[in-house]
Nanobody, 120 residues
Framework: QVQLVESGGGSVQAGGSLKLSCAAS????????MGWYRQAPGTERDLVST???????TYADSVKGRFTISQDNAKTTLYLQMNSLKSEDTAVYYC??????????????WGQGTQVTVSS
Protein backbone atom coordinates (compact mmCIF):
# COMPACT_ATOMS: atom_id res chain seq x y z
CA GLN A 1 0.00 0.00 0.00
CA VAL A 2 1.51 3.28 -1.15
CA GLN A 3 1.54 6.01 1.45
CA LEU A 4 2.75 9.59 1.36
CA VAL A 5 2.52 11.29 4.74
CA GLU A 6 3.33 14.97 5.08
CA SER A 7 4.41 16.71 8.27
CA GLY A 8 6.00 19.96 9.36
CA GLY A 9 3.23 22.39 8.54
CA GLY A 10 2.11 25.03 10.97
CA SER A 11 1.72 28.73 11.58
CA VAL A 12 4.58 31.17 11.17
CA GLN A 13 5.04 34.90 10.80
CA ALA A 14 6.05 36.43 7.50
CA GLY A 15 9.78 36.16 6.98
CA GLY A 16 9.97 32.93 8.95
CA SER A 17 10.85 29.40 7.88
CA LEU A 18 9.30 25.96 7.89
CA LYS A 19 10.54 22.59 6.69
CA LEU A 20 8.00 20.13 5.34
CA SER A 21 8.65 16.40 5.22
CA CYS A 22 6.95 13.65 3.27
CA ALA A 23 7.48 10.05 4.34
CA ALA A 24 7.01 7.68 1.40
CA SER A 25 6.36 3.96 1.73
CA UNK A 26 4.90 1.02 -0.16
CA UNK A 27 6.71 1.59 -3.47
CA UNK A 28 10.17 1.73 -4.92
CA UNK A 29 10.29 5.53 -5.06
CA UNK A 30 13.73 5.53 -6.63
CA UNK A 31 11.99 5.22 -9.99
CA UNK A 32 9.63 8.12 -9.29
CA UNK A 33 9.66 11.83 -9.65
CA MET A 34 8.49 13.62 -6.52
CA GLY A 35 6.97 17.00 -5.99
CA TRP A 36 5.23 19.49 -3.76
CA TYR A 37 1.97 21.16 -4.69
CA ARG A 38 -0.16 23.64 -2.80
CA GLN A 39 -3.74 24.77 -2.77
CA ALA A 40 -5.04 27.95 -1.21
CA PRO A 41 -8.76 28.36 -0.43
CA GLY A 42 -10.79 29.00 -3.55
CA THR A 43 -7.91 28.28 -5.91
CA GLU A 44 -6.64 25.37 -7.95
CA ARG A 45 -3.82 23.14 -6.81
CA ASP A 46 -0.54 24.55 -8.11
CA LEU A 47 2.86 23.04 -8.61
CA VAL A 48 5.47 24.35 -6.17
CA SER A 49 8.56 22.25 -6.84
CA THR A 50 9.64 18.93 -8.30
CA UNK A 51 12.64 16.65 -8.17
CA UNK A 52 13.17 14.02 -10.84
CA UNK A 53 14.53 10.53 -10.27
CA UNK A 54 17.82 11.95 -11.52
CA UNK A 55 17.86 14.76 -8.98
CA UNK A 56 16.91 17.57 -11.33
CA UNK A 57 14.82 20.20 -9.55
CA THR A 58 12.26 22.75 -10.72
CA TYR A 59 10.53 25.57 -8.88
CA ALA A 60 7.55 27.80 -9.46
CA ASP A 61 8.67 31.36 -10.12
CA SER A 62 6.91 32.51 -6.97
CA VAL A 63 9.14 30.39 -4.72
CA LYS A 64 12.49 30.46 -6.54
CA GLY A 65 15.29 31.48 -4.25
CA ARG A 66 13.18 30.90 -1.14
CA PHE A 67 12.22 27.20 -1.25
CA THR A 68 14.49 24.17 -1.62
CA ILE A 69 13.35 20.64 -2.44
CA SER A 70 15.45 17.64 -1.47
CA GLN A 71 15.35 13.91 -0.72
CA ASP A 72 17.20 11.59 1.58
CA ASN A 73 19.60 9.13 -0.03
CA ALA A 74 17.13 6.25 0.26
CA LYS A 75 14.47 8.39 -1.45
CA THR A 76 11.99 7.53 1.26
CA THR A 77 11.62 11.08 2.56
CA LEU A 78 11.00 14.22 0.56
CA TYR A 79 11.63 17.66 2.03
CA LEU A 80 10.69 21.23 1.27
CA GLN A 81 12.68 23.90 3.09
CA MET A 82 10.70 27.13 2.97
CA ASN A 83 12.44 30.38 3.89
CA SER A 84 11.37 34.02 3.76
CA LEU A 85 7.75 32.95 3.91
CA LYS A 86 5.08 35.34 2.69
CA SER A 87 1.36 35.52 3.44
CA GLU A 88 0.69 34.36 -0.12
CA ASP A 89 2.44 31.08 0.69
CA THR A 90 -0.50 30.19 2.93
CA ALA A 91 -2.01 26.97 1.60
CA VAL A 92 -2.37 23.26 2.10
CA TYR A 93 0.83 21.64 0.84
CA TYR A 94 0.69 18.22 -0.78
CA CYS A 95 3.41 15.71 -1.51
CA UNK A 96 3.03 13.80 -4.77
CA UNK A 97 4.79 11.04 -6.68
CA UNK A 98 4.91 10.41 -10.42
CA UNK A 99 5.58 6.71 -10.81
CA UNK A 100 7.26 5.69 -12.98
CA UNK A 101 8.99 8.99 -13.60
CA UNK A 102 7.99 10.80 -16.80
CA UNK A 103 9.04 14.39 -17.38
CA UNK A 104 5.93 16.47 -17.01
CA UNK A 105 3.91 13.46 -15.95
CA UNK A 106 0.80 13.64 -13.78
CA UNK A 107 1.35 12.42 -10.21
CA UNK A 108 -0.10 9.02 -9.46
CA UNK A 109 0.10 9.20 -5.69
CA TRP A 110 -0.82 12.02 -3.30
CA GLY A 111 -0.48 12.70 0.37
CA GLN A 112 -3.26 14.10 2.53
CA GLY A 113 -1.70 17.53 2.83
CA THR A 114 -0.34 19.73 5.59
CA GLN A 115 -1.51 23.26 6.35
CA VAL A 116 0.92 26.16 6.19
CA THR A 117 -0.32 29.50 7.47
CA VAL A 118 1.82 32.63 7.19
CA SER A 119 0.66 35.71 9.04
CA SER A 120 1.80 39.18 8.11
Amino acid sequence: QVQLVESGGGSVQAGGSLKLSCAASGYSFGSCGMGWYRQAPGTERDLVSTISRYGTTTYADSVKGRFTISQDNAKTTLYLQMNSLKSEDTAVYYCAATCPYVSGGVPKYWGQGTQVTVSS
